[in-house]
């Protein structure tokens, strides 16, 4: 398909501005000027419109498919919060930061804290902010609180342990706050390795981040003794949310000795993940954290109004422009009040449902390193097809013509040719089924007609696409610029 | 004459007197598949044995190569920068990485022979 | 209300399947002492209550005309942008793992990315990041990352919010972070003749300042060069419709947030951030980047690649922590861009400079209302008031009016400062009230 470059006709228009009501402006000095007008396309609305419907049909979403992607919990978007949100969407950010002008933002406000108060009872903690704006950004965010919490305490730490079946945010993450990487091994049950995790336990430990259930789908039921370990050597622990999904109204992070945790409002609650994004990642803490959240935060009158406190002297400051992605908080407390306790339950048990009656009727086709009761995903090995030279990747696209989104593939690390399916609560027993059988067939071909999972898929408007002639020639500009 | 040993983590390295050749072996560069970046060390950099020398990357996969002795490095094969590739058709000759000064010829004692790496990666 | 489909029915023959007696006998591995102590939510409820809590709650926000912007500004948005990225073959889509049905998204990053490098004058751009301030710290991190220095200058003419996120994101790493205090709105250009040597990673600047003066940092680009240092420029989308840009002045990152191309002010976010860097530091980019490639067949198509830079392959050595990142909203920023195209992007930032400098104009007629500077500006500018500013725009805000930001409690010692944003969307008449508003304001 042709890019809208290609499209483009010169002195052609699309929009037309509001009316110069006023006089030009003397123009500017031309040292203060570029040299021409940006590059754009040049079209009417029409071949703008016609170019990204095109465009639309060239992807697929979780309206149109089944998408179990492992980690990434792709349960429905419902319509009604893409409605609410827009609500919100006239009004300025700055208003509530003018004098006087909290009283002009109560409602974005009040939802600001109320999602805040939510999550609070949801995880167990003492306090949250909404201000992280991804998973990623919340882990980097509770970082540097748990930085900000020793270097208050005088505390001298190096370290940060992750399991190695963590996400690579978490190392990552932790690394921008300048920690150095302890990686603990995962044990024969596909939990962090105990012996070693207290090998590794010293009083330089400032943190150990742990994703509860794991990305292997798998509960540790040590996690309060692993929780306690730490604390013996002045280290907090991490709950990185990504799979809270699967423990909703089971287990608090809090409860179980958790400091910090995020969240992921673009997977456990239900809003839409935009193609990669936004997402939204809160963070919720225990109370030694509390004074060290980032500003402003909103704060509850004794008369029932709100306002903005940013007259906190051991904030780390701010990690955002503002409050967060509010439209997705929007989204969020919309789905929250909508299932309520009793919906937030049902999701969590129902995507453990489905999770394992995937894993029930998979697991004598693939190879399943850690075979026991899964949570909200399974994780499966394609090392049964790779005798036939079958990896997960021809899986992956085999899936893709069949009229499913794969599943996550190569992922964890740690699980070779890894397929980590993560169905979802929103999901039928039907559509399962269709997808059982496509996986089965997949299996079948493998040993049968290996040679047809190669070529796929053939359904999809490009074949296989050569990933290493795009790493080398680097061509991510259509001017090569 | 030149004396070729091997590393657990696939390095191979040719020494030749005092200048130590670097490189990954066939099998290390089978295994990551078509490699598409080598991050070559600075000339004049120094290393101690199995520290980390530079770094490779293929599509879906980033490696560190290490150094299988210690010693400064005194030049690298500019060819990389425009060719990845050759490390997949060539790992062995043309695609050596670094040449280095040796600090140590006894750390030799810690290297695999042919024979022994062979065996090492049938292993795996 | 929930969204599962599941009939007690179906429940049943999948425990079957599963060979467990109930749901609750999946949780076994949890044992009972660690469950929830409390969870004490609220119970459900339907879409339309719902719906009606939050259009109490708007309600409880009051719409103001907002002379307001300080790094998020209202500007018209089109209405097919909001037609076509609601097309929930985007919005319900995940990161394009799977190139091969994900090219809608992917061929779109690509012409985002393009329009970027269009805009900035630079040759390579990410997918997108958060926001502006996130991006300017990320542009710090990645220049200390290619120098291998430790010292950062951060203009203090740069949004406030920004050069504390960059404060926060740099607090504890082996970083010394030098604020340079602005002069009449502008760079202190003779202190960073000083303070530019050879161990400085990178000078942080913005155009236009956050007080709304326009720059050329070319000088400084060319100071930095001889030191060694990279120059980051953060930007405002829209005035590059007509400003100088950032690889013409010899910058060497340029970041920016991208609210202003197509996306509602929406109480702060999502909006997101842009990064373009010249393209031989295209392996230290932060974030996703998509790049072109062929299938199988030769046809053209579209992958996200140099994926080794990132977390889910090389974890701690990544360039970022990043994963997430706001493609839709880049998506919209891309169609925002389409509809204006090339005219259209340089008539609005015209338009918006003509409104401001109409509205500069009968405001500093005001009695003892002055401009702050002689600068040239853009669609900002910074008055001096006869007053402290906080309590002039608190009494114009109880007109309906958000006359501007106050710059006392960004810097000390500026009480009398009043930033103005003027976009294309304030018409002559609101432009006039408010001149009669702050007039009566002030003197009345």
Same mark, same amino acid.
């Given at each position: 398909m042709e890019l809208i470059y290609e499209k483009s006709v010169d002195g052609r228009a699309g929009v037309r501005l509001p009316a110069g009501d006023v006089p030009a402006a003397s123009p500017l000095p031309a040292g203060f000027l570029r040299g021409e007008p940006a590059g754009l396309p040049e079209l009417s609305e029409l071949d703008v419109v016609r170019h990204f419907t095109q465009l639309s049909r060239r992807n697929i979403g979780v309206d149109t498919t089944f998408y179990p992607l492992g980690s990434c919990t792709m349960k429905y978007n419902a319509k009604a919060l893409e409605e609410g949100a827009r609500l919100f969407t006239p009004f300025h950010p700055m208003v509530p930061l003018?004098? @006087?002008?909290?009283k002009f933002s109560q409602g974005a406000l009040a939802i600001l804290h109320r999602m805040g108060k939510l999550l609070e009872e949801i995880t167990g903690m003492d306090a949250v902010t909404c201000q992280p704006l991804a998973g990623a950004h919340g882990e980097v965010t509770g970082i540097m609180l748990i930085a900000a919490y020793h270097k208050a305490k005088g505390n001298r730490k190096r370290y940060v342990i992750v399991p190695d079946?963590?996400? @690579?945010t978490n190392p990552s993450s932790a690394a921008m706050v300048g920690y150095e990487i302890v990686t603990v091994p995962t044990d024969a049950c596909g939990d962090m390795d105990r012996e070693k995790y207290k090998a590794a336990l010293s009083g330089e430990v400032a943190a150990v981040m742990m994703t509860c259930p794991n990305t292997l789908g798998l509960f540790n039921p040590h996690i309060k003794e692993i929780c306690a370990l730490a604390h013996a050597v002045d280290a907090l622990v991490y709950y990185d949310g990504a799979n809270l999904n699967a423990i909703l109204g089971k287990l608090r992070p809090g409860d179980v000795g958790f400091d910090v945790v995020h969240v992921n409002l673009h997977k456990t609650f239900g809003t839409p993940h935009g193609s990669g994004g936004p997402g939204s990642g809160p963070v919720g803490v225990k109370q030694a954290l509390v004074p060290y959240l980032p500003v402003p935060r909103v704060v509850e009158g004794g008369d029932g109004r709100f306002s903005l406190d940013s007259d906190r002297p051991l904030s780390i400051g701010r990690t955002a422009n503002f409050f967060g992605n509010f439209g997705v908080i929007a989204r969020a407390y919309g789905y929250t009040l909508m299932l309520g306790k009793e919906g937030l339950i049902d999701a969590g048990e129902l995507a453990v449902l489905n999770a394992n009656y995937v894993l029930a009727r998979l697991k004598d086709l693939y190879d399943l390193p850690y075979d026991q009761t899964c949570m909200h995903e399974c994780v499966f090995s394609a090392s049964r097809q790779l005798r036939h030279d079958i990896r997960a990747i021809d899986i992956a696209k085999f899936l893709i013509d069949k009229g499913f989104h794969p599943p996550t593939v190569y992922f964890p690390l740690i699980v070779k040719e890894a397929i980590m399916i993560e169905p979802t609560e929103t999901e039928s027993k039907a559509t399962l089924d269709a997808f059982i059988e496509a996986m089965r067939e997949a299996a079948v071909l493998a040993e049968k007609d290996p040679a047809a999972l190669k070529r796929a898929p053939v359904t999809t408007p490009i074949s296989r696409p050569d990933e290493t002639k795009a790493a080398r020639e680097q061509k991510v500009c259509h001017f090569g610029c | 004459m030149t004396m070729t040993f091997y590393t657990k983590e696939h390095e191979w390295v040719k020494i030749d007197g005092n200048i130590a050749t670097v490189g990954i072996t066939d099998y290390a560069a089978h295994q990551l598949g078509?490699?598409?970046f080598v991050e070559l060390p600075a000339a004049g950099k120094t290393v101690k044995q199995f520290d980390v020398l530079c770094a490779i990357e293929s599509v879906k996969a980033a490696s560190d190569i290490y150094a299988p002795v210690s010693g400064k490095v005194i030049?690298?094969?500019?060819?990389l920068n425009a060719s990845p590739e050759i490390v997949n058709s060539s790992p062995e000759e043309e695609a050596w990485m670094a040449r280095l000064q040796m600090a140590d010829p006894a750390e030799t004692s810690k290297l695999m022979r042919r024979e022994r790496y062979d065996e090492y990666c049938k292993g795996l | 209300m929930g969204f599962t489909p599941h009939t007690r029915e179906e429940i049943r023959e999948m425990l079957a399947a599963i060979g467990v007696g109930s749901v609750g006998d999946l949780f076994h591995s949890i044992p009972q002492a660690l469950r929830a102590r409390s969870f004490d939510l609220p119970p459900g409820m339907s879409e339309f209550e719902m719906m009606t809590r939050l259009q109490e709650l708007a309600g409880r926000n009051a719409d103001v005309v907002p002379?307001?912007?300080?790094?998020f500004y209202d500007h018209i948005i089109p209405a097919a942008v909001d037609h076509l990225a609601g097309r929930s073959e985007f919005y319900t889509a995940y990161t394009p793992y799977q190139p091969e049905c994900s090219q809608g998204t992917l061929q779109a990053l690509f012409e985002y990315q393009t329009a970027i490098c269009r805009l900035t004058g630079l040759a390579s751009s990410n997918a997108s990041l958060y926001d502006g301030g996130t991006a300017l710290a990320e542009a710090a991190l990645m220049a200390l990352r290619i120098t291998g220095r430790s010292r950062i200058l951060l203009d203090g003419a740069v949004n406030p919010f920004s050069r504390s996120i960059v404060r926060t994101y740099l607090a504890n790493l082996p970083v010394e972070v030098v604020e340079l205090p602005p002069v009449c709105g502008e760079s202190d250009r003779s202190r960073f003749s000083r303070e530019i040597d050879d161990r400085t990673a990178a000078v942080l600047v913005q155009n236009?300042?956050?007080?709304g003066c326009v720059a050329d940092y070319g000088d400084l680009a060319g100071q930095a060069h001889r030191c060694g240092a990279l120059l980051v420029s953060s930007v405002y989308a829209v005035s590059l419709g007509l400003l100088k840009t950032p690889g013409e002045m010899g910058a060497d990152i340029a970041v920016g947030d991208g609210q202003s191309l197509g996306n509602p002010l929406s109480f702060g976010g999502p909006s997101f951030g842009f990064l373009a860097a010249g393209k031989q530091y295209i392996r230290n980019v932060p974030g996703r980047i998509v790049g072109e490639t062929v299938d199988r067949e030769g046809r053209r198509g579209f992958v996200l690649t140099l994926q080794a830079r990132e977390q889910h392959i090389k974890r701690q050595k990544a360039t970022s922590n990043i994963c997430s990142n706001q493609s839709l909203c880049a998506l919209r920023g891309l169609i925002f861009l389409s509809c204006l195209g090339r005219r259209g992007l340089t008539d609005l930032a015209m338009r918006n400079r003509d409104k401001a400098e109409y509205a500069k104009g009968v405001l500093t007629a005001i009695r003892g209302v002055t401009a702050l500077s002689g600068a040239p500006t853009f669609n900002e500018f910074t008055l001096c008031l006869p007053r402290p500013a906080g309590e002039v725009v608190s009494s114009l805000l109880k007109r309906g009016i958000a006359a501007g930001v106050p710059l006392g409690p960004y810097y000390p010692g500026a009480e009398h400062g009043l930033l103005v944003t003027v976009t294309e969307k304030r018409s002559r008449d609101q432009i006039d009230l408010l001149a009669r508003e702050l007039e009566t304001a002030l003197w009345n």
């Open positions: 003018l004098p @006087g002008g909290e079946s963590s996400h @690579g | 078509d490699i598409t030049s690298v094969n500019e060819a | 002379f307001v912007g300080g790094g236009p300042t956050f007080f």
